[in-house]
């Protein structure tokens, strides 16, 4: 295989740093971000934390132990998933294929788009700016000729990082780490490496094939010998990562009634259809989560007969789930999320039978708005039933 380079991008002690950013009184102090007492854990923790030994998903009582000047907070998911969406979105204007991996994580195929290592860095390191001058954040980066070197660079200098390895610096720089660090091995398979004495990388690298093969079968020593060798063939997939589009609002002001509740789930139907027809994929699935002003939350989902990317199928599965859960119709709506899942690209779609007129004009229809929206703005197209009402 020719050459790649790869990009990894991974945000420092990302709930922690949030709320640092946020809350200047933390800043500086050893945040742990998680409920304390006997049947929490900890989702991650500032790296004042850290020097304590604290880390993630370390029980609280643990946690407690280590740091008792911990300060804990609960942590507001709602608005990490908002940043984390900003940042990548952000990415993906610099980098032509990025796949988000995590919340906080993503890769980015640089092959063909950057002529090497050092215009590779270069990139990496405005990328890193943006999310320090736009999200007051930091994030590590790693440059590599695949994934799993990518990735092992960007944990390399945690926080603010930035490396490179080249090829030829690869099985330098591995041959000391845990074989914990690939991602694949958990618990059990590095217990079983250890017992035939492979604790670090480089063990793997020296042990026998054959032996390998006789621990843990052919397919996962083949896997363990490609990388110990600092190799990884896994493709860049901008959609692998992405399991669903969907777009949260957290409101001021509690929504009452259905119609201020239709109107927000149709801009978020809006929204979301053209995220899909922008990098053509198709949902299978819809999922609306309601939340109310006393923290009562549900989260339902329909699966479509046909796969869309149309806003008018959103909006109308988006209704349907909000018409059943009239438990919630009375009372002040403080959150409406609204997802589209169970991606998939238009190549995977069976042709229908008969082809549905109406719904082919209505994407046609669409993508030329999505054209016109792309040239004059987000407001210039608006759905009539948009508009400020007139005076009758
Ligand atoms: P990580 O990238 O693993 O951790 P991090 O960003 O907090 O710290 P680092 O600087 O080492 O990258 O995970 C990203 C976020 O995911 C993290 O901020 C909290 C969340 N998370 C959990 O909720 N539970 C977990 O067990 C882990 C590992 C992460
Ligand atoms: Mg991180």
């Not at 929204?271 to 999922?287: C, F, G, K, N, P």
């Not at 609306?288 to 339902?300: C, E, F, G, Q, S």
Request: glycine fraction near 6%; charged fraction near 30%.
């Amino acid at each position: 295989m020719a050459e790649r380079l790869i990009l990894h991008l991974d945000m420092d002690a990302f709930f922690a740093a949030v709320e640092q950013r946020d809350r200047p009184e933390l800043r500086g102090k050893p945040v742990i971000i998680g409920r304390p007492g006997p049947r929490g854990v900890v989702a991650t923790c500032s790296y004042e934390a850290r020097r304590f030994g604290v880390r993630s998903a370390m029980p609280s009582v643990t946690a407690e132990r280590l740091c008792p000047q911990g300060i804990w907070v609960r942590g507001r998911m709602d608005l990490y998933g908002e940043v984390s969406h900003r940042i990548f979105r952000r990415m993906t204007e610099e980098v032509p294929v990025v796949e988000q991996v995590s919340v906080d994580e993503a890769y980015g195929d640089l092959t063909g788009f950057c002529p090497g290592f050092p215009e590779a860095e270069t990139l990496a390191r405005r990328i890193k700016e943006h999310i320090r001058s736009e999200e007051r954040l930091t994030a590590s980066a790693g440059v590599a000729a695949c994934r799993f070197l990518a990735k092992v660079a960007s944990d390399l200098e945690k926080p603010d990082g930035l490396t490179v390895i080249q090829p030829e610096q690869a099985q330098r720089i591995l041959a000391p780490l845990p074989v914990r660090v690939i991602p694949g091995v958990g618990p059990r398979l590095a217990q079983r490496l250890a017992v035939l004495g492979v604790a670090a990388i480089g063990d793997l690298e020296r042990i026998s094939l054959a032996r390998l093969n006789q621990e843990v079968g052919p397919a996962t020593a083949y896997f363990l010998k490609q990388r110990a060798l600092g190799e990884d063939d896994t493709p860049v997939e901008p959609h692998a990562g992405r399991k669903q589009v969907s777009e949260e609002r957290t409101y001021g002001a509690d929504l009452r009634g259905h119609a201020e509740v239709e109107r927000e789930l149709f801009l978020r139907a809006e929204a979301i259809a053209a995220a899909l027809r922008d990098r053509e994929v198709l949902a299978r699935a819809v999922t609306l989560k309601i939340r109310d002003n006393a923290y009562r939350t549900v989260t339902r989902t329909h699966t479509l007969e046909e796969p869309t990317d149309l806003a008018m199928d959103l909006y109308q599965h988006a209704l349907a789930l909000w018409r059943q859960a009239a438990e919630f119709h009375e009372r002040g709506i403080r959150l409406l999320g609204l997802a589209a899942k169970e991606l998939i690209t238009e190549n995977d779609v069976t042709p229908s039978l008969f082809p549905d007129e109406r719904r082919a004009r209505a994407r046609s229809v669409a993508r030329a708005t999505d054209a016109l929206r792309e040239k004059f703005g987000e407001g210039s197209i608006l759905p009539a039933r948009l508009l400020p009402k007139k005076p009758k």
